[in-house]
Structure formats: structure tokens, C-alpha cells
């Protein structure tokens, strides 16, 4: 295992039914590093996130966590892992329409056990750095989708994960938007000291990565994946 | 047409989980349906066996053209009604049952009591009724199938059509003047032709509620569908349209099937006795006009309902897309149920008509479900301000953001605990009329025969082997010669009733117990009757709750999978679901029960009894456990749902 390695994922296979959508991937995320990956759609990109962040089991191949196998473990402690360990943004949808932005970021805390007053409190700590400022009481209905991707990425952070899992966290939104979102995604991740894995279309927002792997019919493109 | 075609593109494109969703409604709207022609069965049914039983009922008229006298008389516990008919004129029209006018020394029976005559010693019934030809009362004349009457020809001068009944009695009417064959309700045809209309409106307010949450099941999930198809230029028209027209296509082939089902449990539902028989099978089928209005009324109730559910999409192409911050419910709404409840009573008691009963019923009914969205908001506001945990929080938040859907989930059952609090206070206790000896048969004679009859019984029971003493009392008009017999015994009993036949005309030999027969039966029907509304109440707000549990997982599968796929355990969505309900279902439940008694005390003034308590704990028991039981039947779908590693936006 490699110097600051967190996250590794070996050999993975993963079929659906006839289909492969992953054909032996190999990655490997050290600690802080941001990682894009790309590709056309349907080539496997959520598939490998997926199979990463323990949400699906592949078929082949292992996944560890700073050494521990991932893979194998029960759905309930895959859940516990999603839960503490990791951090996650989607595309959209990911708020609770019925909570107010601050209960959003502080819910991940809540299931962890932390008092809701200090969930609370320890969430409203990252509006202002996140240019949320005075949005949190909003429900995710009056947020901008923007604002409320920014919700979404205090959401991940909130529990101190040691990977952040992005899947189009941008794909919703115009461009310009997308651009400020992403940036405050990199950024955040960087400064919490997490690892971030996200899934882009956006050939500028992989710039801000330090690296870029490219995925083509369920495999990793070894010619793309250029290292900054 | 076009409309209609591209909703059943829709239906069928939509995949399993739809043809699902569409197959609960269809099973729901054909248990609805059933329902309905079932509570419009009953009370035709009740209603023709009135108009069947008028007739025994005598009405006294000046320009008269025979004489006609209605005795009960009892064998093996069970009452036979004896009618004694003279007539005036010649070429008179017989009554409803029989083909010709009987002439004197007649005596016509009912198909029941000529094969009761056959099957039973003759010393204990057959030897009452001497000269038996055959003649045979058809259905037309009775109440139901089983029951015991005969019909005999007398003479106008007959002692036993010229008789003055001295006194009201429950079962006898003496010797009465009779234009024609026409008669009035009796009292207790009437009382239960109300308990079946009260019943009913009890019944059918859970009905439309399961109606309305099944509709609502075809358009969860179809919803963010058509609200995508409003986004890309469908007009409110249109997607009212579709909307209406696939609910309504569903519903049309529930409601067919309901008939179906209903057409098939007649015959059963026709054996259950009530009012001391059971039915005869056509009674219970409503006239085509019925059941036609049915099946244009629950189709049409079905595609509101549905459109009602989408108004937000058609109002807004966003509505469903983009959740806001919902507006208030009114405290309007609790002005408008404080002064519905307070009317009942006096609606009540004001006049006695039957309407104002019904209204008197029906309006706190109305309030509770005026009044339940805004209770669960205000439940919502206090469990997600006191929530210490996710779960907690998640329940009230969810119960303030959607009062509406939540209040669906429990109506049913709350409505169904206004049932029970009603019927609870209503229930009459058991050995209510006391226990009345069945072994002190009692003739009433005119003061000058007292001692002549007196004597003639001792000798009738003695050389019929039966022991027992006579005894004479009364004053005046009124005297009453009584045979006590040795024991209570009903075989005993009926040969005593046989010897004493015919020993003073017109009167048949009835004791105290008998008296009370009427209202015994009446009594153990209210239970029965009681059972069977709780029950159907019940079953059919638990299965509202499962379905509209069903159908709220639907509508938030994106957000549950996101969530579980960010790590949140199952069980905590699990607990915020059953907060969700049993916390409004506790509150808004206890609140409909006590105002169930407030109203069955309004109707009935008087203390909860033991066997009404029985009733309302059982209620209260079954009620949470069964919706507890359809929140966990739903688990396999909320997990199924979350289990969907890539949610979609659709
Ligand atoms: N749950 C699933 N069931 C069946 N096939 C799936 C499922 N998820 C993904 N696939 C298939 O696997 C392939 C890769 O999908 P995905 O990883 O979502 O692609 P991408 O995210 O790169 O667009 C696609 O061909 C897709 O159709
Ligand atoms: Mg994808």
C-alpha cells in the first residue's frame, strides 16, 4: 500500500445482467487528492463511484479503506461507513424538502448521535464560509439550485469524511453556477483534508482536480489519465 | 381520445410498480364498491320487509270490509304470527302472500312453519292449527324465508273476531276493522330501518375516505411525470385529462369488479339473521337504478379524487419539482368544527325526524375530518420542536410540511374511532330487560269466564300430563288467568302452549319472557350490527392506511434512496414513518372517540357500560395494531425502493 493511500479499489468487475458496466477498474485515492473522472455516459462512471463508496457490491474485485475491505462487509456496516466515513452529492434531491437547510447539514450529525442543538450549531458553522449566509432557515424549495447545492456539499463535509463522492454534482445547474459550485466543492474537500471523487462532464472543472481518469465501456483509459 | 390513448400509454409504459399501484386501486375501488351496493342492500332490504309486514298491521277505517286480528304465539323459542281474517264482503282481495281470500276454518301456512309443524312432536305445535290442506302463504307475505305465520279463516260472528282487547300489548292486536290490506310500518320496522341508516353513515364516510386514498395511488409516482409533461408545454386541460381518464379507467373495471364480488356474497350476506331471520336473497340486490348510480357515482368520485391530487402540478408546472414552504392551515378550521359539534345536540333534540338523526350523526363526523389536517400540523409543530432525534425531527418536520397526506394515512381509523366512541356509549348492556320467567303462561279473559277458564286449564294440563297450578288475578276488564308450570323447560313450555290453544278465542298463551322476545332479538342485533360496522369500519381504514403508506413511499422514494444511499439507516426511516402516524393516530383517535360518546351520549343519554367499554378498548387495541401491522407491510417496499443503487430523477 502506497504512501497516504485511503481509498483502493482493485480488479472491479460489475455485470447487470448481460451488460458490464465495469470490466476490471483499478483506483486509487490518497488522502486530499481530488480525482475527476470522465466519460461518456453509460461507460460506468456512478457504477464505479458506486462500487467505491460500498452503495453496490461488485461482482469482482476488492475495495479498501485505509486497509480495510469494504466490499465484503454486511449492508449495515457498508451503512455505517456511507454514513461516518464518507460524504456524498448528487446531482439533485438529496435535501429533505420538509427540513430547513441548517437540518439538512446537521441530520448526518444526527444519526451519528450528536445532540440536535450541537448538530445544529456545528451546522450552521459552515454557511458562512460556503456564501450561505442568513439561508439557514430556507426550506431546499426556496433555495437557488445552486444555494442548495452548497447545502448539499455542508451536508458531506459536515461529519469530517475522509472521502467526498460527487456524482454530476453540477449537472443541474448553468454553467457559470456549476463553475462556482465545483470550485467550492474542491476547495471545501481540500480544506477539511478530505480525498474528493467526482464525476464530471466538464473538461474545465477537471483542471481544478489533481488528477483525471478517463472511462470508456466499464474501463479506465490508461492514455487519459494524466496526472497534473 | 387522444387523451385517453396517451394515458393508457402511460399506464402501461409505467412498468411493474404502476401496474401495481394501478392494481391496489382496482382492488380497492371494487371493495368500495361492494360496500356501497351493500349499504344500499341493507336498507332496501330493510325497507322491503317493512313494506312485506305492513299488512299485519291492522289499521282501523269506518267504511270496513273484514275483520283481521294478530296474535304472536311462541314454539321453540321462536314467534309465529297467527293473523285471523273475516270477511265483511264477498269477492274480497286476499292479502300480499295468499292467492285467494281464506274462508272460515281456513288455515294457511307459511312454507317455515308448515315444515316446523312436520318436523316437531304434534303435542307441541301441530295439534294448535287442527285443519292444515296444504294451503301455503307465498313470499310476497313474509318477512323473510324462515319466518312462522299462519293465516286463519274465521267467521265475522267467531268469538275470536269479536273479542275487545282490554289493554296495549306487544303481541296482540284484537279484532280490528280493516278497509283493505294496506296497513302502517311497525315500530320496530322503523327502528330498524334507522339503525341501518345511522349504520350506514357510519360506515360510509371510512368508505369514501379508502375511495379518495386508492385514487391517490394512481397518481403517486405518476405525479413528477406529469408535471415534466406540464414543463414541456401539456396544458392543465390535458393533464387534467389524462389524469381523470386513467383514474376513471381504472375505477370503471374496480367497480365492475365490486359488483361482481357483491353479486357473489349475497347469498351469503343473506344468511346472516337479523330481526329474527335471514334474508331472502333478492332483498339485498339493489334495483338496477341503484346499482347503475353506483357505478357512474364511484368512477366519477375516483378521477376527482385523482385530480385533486394533481392540482398542484396543474396550478404550477413546478409544483411538484420544486417543494416550497406549504401554506398554513387555518384555525378557520377549528371555528368550523367547534360549531359543528356543538350543533349535533341540538339538531338533535330539536326535531326528531329521521334527517335531523342522520344530520345529528354525520355532522361532528364532517368536523373530525374538517378538523384532523390542522390537529396534525399543530402535532407536527410540537414533535418536531421537541425531536432530540433524527427520527423525531424527520416525523414532525414531514407532519407540518404535509399535514393533508398524513391525515389521510390515520383517517380512516380516526373516523373509525368516532364509530366506536358512538357505538361504544350505544351498546346496550347485556340482561338489560332482566331475565323474565318463560314458565308462566298467561291468558288475558273477560271478568265473567275467569273462573270457567281457570278451571278448564287445570283440566287441559292435566290430562296433557304436565304439571303446574293455575292462578287467577287482575281487576276490572283486565284478568289474567296464569298456568304455572313446573318448569322453564322449552319442550315443556310448547306442550302447555299446545293444551292451552283455543281455550279462550283469539288469545294465545304467552308469558312474561315472551313479552320481551321483540326486543331481545332487537338487542342482540344492535350487536351484530355493531360487529359488523366496527369490523368493515376497520378493515377498510387499515387498508386505507396501508395504501396511502404505499402510496407516500412512492411519492418520496427519490428522497429516501438518497438518503439511505448517503448512509441512513433503514430503521430510522422506519421510526420517522411510524411516528409519523401513530403520534397523529393516538391523538386525533382518543380526540374522535371522545367525541363519538359526546354524540352517542346526545342520542342516548347514559353512562358507558361494561360491554361498550369491551367494544372501545377492542377498537382501540385493534386499531393501533393494525396500522402498525400495514406500516410494516409497506417495509418491503420502502426497502425495495431504497435499494435502487441509482435513483433517478425518474
Ligand atoms: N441498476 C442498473 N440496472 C441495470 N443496468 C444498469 C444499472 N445501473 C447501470 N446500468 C448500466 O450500466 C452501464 C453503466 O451505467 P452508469 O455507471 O450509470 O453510467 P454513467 O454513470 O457513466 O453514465 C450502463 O450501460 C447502464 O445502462
Ligand atoms: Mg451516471
Not at chain 1, 448526518?108 to 442543538?117: F, I
Not at chain 2, 334507522?194 to 375511495?211: D, E, K, Q, R, Y
Not at chain 2, 376497520?538 to 411519492?555: E, K, M, N, P, W
Request: overall charge positive; hydrophobic content about 50%; glycine content about 12%.
Amino acid at each position: 500500500m502506497s504512501e497516504g493511500m485511503v481509498l483502493h479499489g482493485r480488479g472491479l468487475v460489475k455485470r447487470f445482467g448481460p451488460a458490464v458496466a465495469l470490466a476490471g477498474v483499478e483506483l486509487a485515492v490518497r488522502q486530499g487528492e481530488t480525482i475527476a473522472i470522465m466519460g461518456p455516459s453509460g461507460s460506468g462512471k456512478s457504477t464505479l463511484l458506486h462500487c467505491l463508496a460500498g452503495i453496490t457490491k461488485p461482482d469482482e474485485g476488492e475495495v479498501t479503506l485505509l486497509g480495510r475491505r469494504v466490499d465484503t462487509m454486511r449492508e449495515r456496516e457498508r451503512s455505517a461507513l456511507r454514513r461516518t466515513r464518507f460524504g456524498f452529492v448528487f446531482q439533485f434531491g438529496q435535501l429533505l424538502p420538509e427540513l430547513a437547510a441548517e437540518e439538512n447539514v446537521a441530520l448526518p450529525l444526527m444519526l451519528g448521535g450528536v445532540p440536535r442543538a450541537k448538530a445544529v450549531t456545528q451546522a450552521r458553522e459552515w454557511f458562512g464560509p460556503l456564501g450561505l449566509g442568513g439561508m439557514e432557515h430556507r426550506r431546499p424549495g426556496e433555495l437557488s439550485g445552486g444555494q442548495a447545492q452548497r447545502v448539499a456539499i455542508a451536508r458531506a463535509l459536515v461529519t469530517g469524511p475522509a472521502v467526498v463522492f460527487a456524482d454530476e454534482p453540477t449537472g443541474a445547474l448553468d454553467q457559470s453556477t456549476g463553475h462556482d459550485t465545483m470550485r467550492i466543492l474542491v476547495e471545501a474537500t481540500r480544506r477539511n483534508g478530505a480525498s474528493l471523487v467526482v464525476v464530471t462532464h466538464d473538461p474545465q472543472v477537471a483542471r481544478w482536480c489533481d488528477s483525471t481518469v478517463e472511462v470508456r465501456d466499464g474501463r479506465i483509459l490508461p492514455a487519459a489519465a494524466v496526472a497534473r | 381520445m387522444r387523451t385517453l390513448e396517451l394515458s393508457w400509454r402511460l399506464l402501461r409504459g409505467g412498468g411493474r410498480r404502476e401496474l401495481l399501484g394501478a392494481g391496489l386501486t382496482l382492488v380497492a375501488v371494487a371493495v368500495c364498491t361492494a360496500l356501497l351496493l351493500f349499504a344500499a342492500g341493507i336498507n332496501l332490504a330493510f325497507d322491503a320487509r317493512s313494506d312485506r309486514e305492513a299488512w299485519r298491521n291492522p289499521v282501523r277505517a269506518s267504511d270496513a270490509v273484514a275483520v283481521q286480528a294478530v296474535r304472536h304465539g311462541f314454539v321453540a323459542d321462536r314467534s309465529i304470527t297467527v293473523v285471523e281474517l273475516a270477511a265483511l264482503k264477498q269477492g274480497l282481495a286476499p292479502p300480499p302472500g295468499l292467492s285467494r281470500f281464506p274462508a272460515p276454518g281456513e288455515v294457511w301456512t307459511s312454507p317455515a312453519l308448515a315444515a316446523l309443524i312436520e318436523r316437531l312432536p304434534a303435542d307441541r305445535l301441530g295439534r294448535r292449527f287442527p285443519v292444515l290442506a296444504g294451503l301455503v302463504i307465498g313470499d310476497e307475505g313474509l318477512i323473510h324465508p324462515g319466518e312462522l305465520v299462519a293465516v286463519v279463516g274465521r267467521a265475522p260472528g267467531d268469538p275470536a273476531m269479536t273479542w275487545l282487547q282490554s289493554a296495549e300489548s306487544l303481541l296482540s292486536t284484537g279484532p280490528t276493522r280493516i278497509a283493505g290490506f294496506g296497513g302502517e310500518p311497525s315500530d320496530m320496522a322503523v327502528g330498524y330501518s334507522i339503525l341501518a341508516l345511522i349504520a350506514t353513515v357510519l360506515m360510509i364516510v371510512p368508505l369514501l375516505v379508502f375511495g379518495g386514498a386508492s385514487a391517490r395511488l394512481t397518481v403517486a409516482r405518476r405525479d413528477r411525470r406529469l408535471a415534466a409533461l406540464r414543463l414541456v408545454g401539456a396544458t392543465p386541460g390535458q393533464v387534467v385529462g389524462m389524469t381523470a381518464a386513467e383514474a376513471m379507467f381504472v375505477a370503471v373495471l374496480g367497480a365492475l369488479l365490486g359488483t361482481v364480488v357483491y353479486g357473489v356474497a349475497v347469498p351469503l350476506l343473506a344468511g346472516i339473521p337479523i330481526a329474527g331471520g335471514t334474508w331472502f336473497a333478492w332483498d339485498l340486490l339493489p334495483g338496477p337504478q341503484y346499482v347503475i348510480g353506483v357505478l357512474l357515482a364511484v368512477p366519477l368520485l375516483v378521477g376527482l379524487s385523482a385530480v385533486v391530487g394533481l392540482r398542484r402540478v396543474v396550478v404550477s408546472p413546478l409544483g411538484v419539482a420544486k417543494r416550497e414552504t406549504p401554506p398554513g392551515m387555518r384555525f378557520v378550521r377549528v371555528v368550523v368544527t367547534v360549531a359543528l359539534v356543538a350543533a349535533a345536540p341540538a339538531v338533535a333534540s330539536g326535531t326528531a325526524s329521521v334527517a335531523a338523526l342522520v344530520l345529528a350523526v354525520a355532522l361532528p363526523f364532517l368536523s373530525i375530518a374538517v378538523l384532523g389536517p390542522w390537529v396534525v400540523g399543530v402535532i407536527g409543530r410540537i414533535t418536531a420542536r421537541s425531536a432530540r432525534g433524527p427520527a423525531r425531527l424527520l416525523a414532525g418536520r414531514r407532519l407540518m410540511d404535509d399535514p393533508r397526506s398524513a391525515w389521510r394515512t390515520v383517517s380512516g381509523v380516526v373516523l373509525t374511532g368516532f364509530v366506536a366512541g358512538f357505538i361504544g356509549l350505544l351498546t346496550p348492556a347485556s340482561g338489560l330487560l332482566g331475565d323474565e320467567s318463560a314458565g308462566r303462561l298467561q291468558i288475558e279473559v273477560p271478568a265473567a269466564r275467569v273462573a270457567e277458564t281457570a278451571d278448564k286449564a287445570g283440566e287441559r294440563l292435566r290430562s296433557a300430563g304436565l304439571a303446574g297450578r293455575v292462578e287467577t288475578s287482575g281487576k276490572g276488564d283486565h284478568r289474567l288467568v296464569t298456568v304455572v308450570l313446573a318448569t322453564e323447560e322449552t319442550a315443556t313450555v310448547d306442550r302447555a302452549r299446545t293444551a292451552l290453544a283455543g281455550l279462550a278465542p283469539g288469545h294465545s298463551a304467552t308469558s312474561p319472557a315472551d313479552d320481551q322476545h321483540q326486543g331481545e332479538v332487537m338487542l342482540a342485533d344492535v350487536r351484530t350490527g355493531t360487529i359488523v360496522v366496527l369490523t368493515v369500519s376497520f378493515l377498510v381504514a387499515i387498508a386505507s392506511a396501508g395504501i396511502t403508506a404505499a402510496s407516500s413511499i412512492l411519492d418520496r422514494r427519490q428522497t429516501y434512496a438518497l438518503l439511505r444511499l448517503a448512509g441512513t439507516p433503514l430503521s430510522v426511516l422506519d421510526r420517522a414513518r411510524r411516528a409519523e402516524t401513530l403520534v397523529p393516530l393516538a391523538v386525533l383517535g382518543g380526540g374522535a372517540i371522545l367525541i363519538g360518546m359526546s354524540s352517542g351520549a346526545a342520542l342516548a343519554p347514559g353512562a358507558l357500560n361494561g360491554s361498550g367499554m369491551t367494544t372501545l378498548l377492542v377498537c382501540v387495541v385493534l386499531g393501533f395494531c393494525g396500522v402498525i401491522g400495514a406500516g410494516a407491510l409497506s417495509r418491503p417496499l420502502l426497502r425495495s425502493v431504497t435499494d435502487n443503487p441509482a435513483p433517478r430523477p425518474d
